[in-house]
């Protein structure tokens, strides 16, 4: 691994954003903080925005790749 790849980050999957999700609500839940709390709250709503729209992008991915293949086996 470069050095280079620890700095620029990768394209987070719908399992990493799933468990910065589950992280930030699980934080959120045990921190007693209230300014703290509502903004871990905050991000995980942005968070949960986030995994809905990969996971939306994902199922269109999907469902076009099942009419293509359709296509080419003649159905």
Do not use: F
Not at 33 to 45: A, K, S
């Amino acid at each position: 691994m470069e050095l280079y790849e620890l700095i620029i980050p990768l394209t987070p999957t719908c399992i990493d954003v799933e468990c910065q999700c589950r992280a930030l609500a699980y934080a959120a839940y045990h921190i007693d903080h209230p300014e703290v709390q509502q903004l871990l709250l905050l991000t995980l709503i942005e968070k949960q925005h986030q995994l809905t729209a990969m996971l939306d992008s994902e199922y269109k991915e999907a469902k076009e790749n099942d009419i293509v293949n359709m296509n080419i086996l003649g159905l």
